[in-house]
């Protein structure tokens, strides 16, 4: 399965290696502040906001839709964490239940919805088209957990890559189904196919905590 390559930002570089690259970072940081107030994250605003130009900005973070994708990735990997560190059960089973967590995780994000609903057409082809590598992130992550789970015993459908690109098809199917299909963001539905899949039982949509910033 071939992606294709997103050229490094200052910021993904920064954010890669865990380096205080001052600029790259306070627009980081600015911008998913203002993702998670619900605001636009618009390239005029946080520029001024933080006191330079739209070119010095554009250095730092490449272009809009790569800050964006680092701000959603943020927010991905704490929450793709907590739900793996909360599953239950182990092997395939551990996997359906983790998967079920962050996917109603994330349907109840606010913030994260806020933007679907106000940029449904950019944020579908930078989530899920090779448009970004945001989707490439989510199914290496998927692709880690259902590594360790065949190490332990699980059976897989296909080869880990597979399987986990599969997964994470379901698992866009169900969190972007209002701005697919026009239904409801449904994580219980996710689980059943999830737990098919994998070929174990479905697991209870566990309730949601309350959100807070990860």
């Excluded at 619900?38 to 070119?55: E, H, I, K, N, W």
């Excluded at 704490?78 to 909360?86: C, L, Q």
């Excluded at 349907?107 to 679907?116: A, G, I, N, Y």
Aim: charged share 25%; proline share 7%.
């Amino acid at each position: 399965m071939t992606t294709a390559a997103v050229p490094a930002t200052r910021l993904g570089r920064a954010l890669r290696d865990g380096v205080d690259d001052d600029g790259p970072m306070r627009a980081f940081r600015l911008a998913r502040r203002t993702f998670l107030a619900g605001t636009r994250v618009d390239m005029s605003p946080l520029a001024a906001g933080l006191g330079v130009d739209r070119a010095t900005l554009f250095r730092w973070v490449g272009n809009r839709d790569q800050l964006l994708t680092e701000v959603i990735w943020s927010l991905f990997v704490p929450t793709w964490r907590r739900a793996v560190e909360e599953a239950h059960g182990e092997g395939a089973t551990r996997v359906v239940d983790a998967l079920t967590r962050f996917t109603r995780d994330v349907c109840s994000s606010e913030p994260f919805r806020t933007h679907l609903r106000r940029e449904p057409d950019r944020a579908l082809r930078l989530l899920t088209t090779r448009a970004a590598d945001y989707q490439v992130r989510v199914t290496g992550a998927f692709a880690e957990l259902l590594t360790a789970a065949e190490a332990a015993g699980a059976v897989l459908p296909l080869p880990v890559p597979d399987t986990a690109y599969v997964l994470t098809r379901v698992a866009e199917s169900f969190v972007y189904a209002d701005l697919i299909a026009g239904a409801e963001p449904d994580a219980a539905k996710a689980a059943v196919v999830y737990a098919a899949l994998l070929r174990c039982p479905a697991p209870p949509t566990p309730s949601s905590p309350a959100l807070e910033e990860p």
